[in-house]
């Protein structure tokens, strides 16, 4: 019998927040793209919880208000707030260069994102998210992360070709 351990129980949060992250980028309406990575932050914040990893588990759980709020308004200056408040746990959680300063970036392209006006602009600087939460998870060791934030890539380039590449008319 396997034992499920916390990195086992990490590893299954992860998955479920995959499965929903995948179906939230694969839909067209902002709001229920916004709605659905809200609930599925919520569950990466439970992954990086039980890897012990502060930063990333202060990250998604912010990342959880900043899609509900998202949802209703792009204004500027809910951006500047979420800006501020991640360069704050970053400073707060911060235990090393390279493991924070990703999270950091991650986070910045995610903020950038989810306030972006349009769609398209939206997917390019969630993908670029994604990059960096790959990274972060690879130096921690995560396969789930990894393979995680590989899915959200291949989801983010399948929505924008499906979504933002004009088709030629026939």
């Known amino acids: 019998m396997i034992e499920l351990t916390p990195y086992l129980w990490s590893q299954v949060l992860g998955i479920i927040g995959t499965i929903l992250m995948i179906i939230g980028t694969q839909c067209k309406n902002r709001s229920i793209i916004m709605s659905i990575l809200s609930v599925s932050m919520g569950f990466y914040a439970g992954h990086y919880w039980l890897l012990g990893d502060a ?3 202060a990250m998604s759980s912010l ?8 949802i209703w308004t792009t204004h500027k200056i809910w951006k500047i707030i979420f ?6 746990l970053f400073i707060l959680t911060f235990h090393s260069w ?6 950091l970036i991650a986070g910045i392209f995610a903020v ?11 997917r390019v600087l969630l993908f670029c998210g994604s990059l960096a939460w790959c990274i972060h998870g690879a130096i921690l060791q995560s396969v789930i992360a990894v393979v995680t934030q590989i899915g959200n890539m291949i989801s983010w380039i399948v929505s924008y070709s499906r979504y933002e590449i004009k088709k030629p008319q026939r």
């Open 55 to 57: 930063t990333g588990m």
């Open 63 to 70: 990342s959880v208000v900043r899609y509900f709020i998202s």
């Open 83 to 88: 800006l501020s408040i991640i360069f704050g």
């Open 98 to 103: 390279v493991i924070s300063t990703l999270a």
């Open 112 to 122: 950038l994102g989810t306030f972006a006006k349009d769609t398209k602009q939206m």
